[in-house]
């Protein structure tokens, strides 16, 4: 006990430090509770066929990263890991910045290459009527990509006519985007839809998850770990 009390105290903040700090660097990826919305997510997303294109709604912006993020590269990971083709889309003016960390910091682990596997489409305004065109004239949308490739120079893009021909949307947003996909895109086209929600939006969601117009749901930091959990990804979450 004299020890203790005659211990340098700035022992004692290098230890706390070190605690701190190991985590972020290595996630320790302790186990967790899988509830039901993120474990359906994660089999849906597992049992797509090979080859499957998905579309990725990445409405995140700084003020929901600490969220949105991890849910979106959890998702985004278990797409590459099992060879899927993706095109990032988004509704808020931030989202191309998180778009092109995607293409540029985490695609290239999983081999991808860009046009061919992965593309990023600009921000598009309009908020719900831009969801609603998405669908209806999935090409007619875009004339080029994020850095002004044009569509027809983008081989991902020959296979793609309409919303028919994607087997997937998977949209992460702390505002309505998850509510405008179910209404334009699931509900209308039938084409299976994930959102991804911020803590307050999460209640709001569970009725179209009940009613399987959800495929599955993440729910906040706590839905993102969940996935990582299950995909054996351990990440920001």
């Not at 991804?196 to 209640?203: A, Y």
């Amino acid at each position: 006990m004299n020890r203790l009390l005659h211990l340098d105290v700035r022992f004692l903040y290098v230890i706390l430090v070190v605690s701190i700090m190991l985590p972020l660097y290595k996630p320790l990826g302790l186990p967790l509770r899988v509830g039901d919305p993120a474990r359906m997510a994660y089999e849906f997303v597992d049992s797509l066929p090979a080859g499957s294109t998905a579309i990725i709604c990445a409405d995140v912006a700084p003020a929901s990263e600490a969220e949105n993020w991890p849910q979106t590269l959890a998702i985004a990971k278990h797409l590459m890991a099992n060879s899927h083709k993706i095109i990032i889309v988004t509704l808020v003016p931030e989202g191309v910045m998180y778009g092109d960390r995607l293409v540029k910091q985490v695609a290239p682990d999983y081999g991808y290459v860009y046009g061919s596997d992965i593309v990023l489409m600009p921000y598009r305004a309009g908020q719900e009527t831009a969801v609603q065109a998405l669908g209806e004239d999935l090409r007619g949308m875009y004339d080029t990509d994020y850095y002004n490739t044009p569509i027809e120079d983008l081989p991902l893009m020959d296979g793609i006519s309409g919303i028919q021909d994607i087997d997937l949307c998977a949209a992460f947003t702390s505002g309505d985007a998850g509510w405008w996909f179910i209404r334009q895109i699931e509900a209308k086209f039938g084409t299976p839809t994930i959102v991804g929600t911020v803590g307050p939006g999460i209640v709001g969601h569970l009725v179209f998850l009940s009613s399987g117009q959800l495929k599955g749901l993440l729910g906040g930091m706590a839905g993102a770990a969940e996935y990582e959990y299950l995909a054996k990804t351990p990440g920001k979450a």
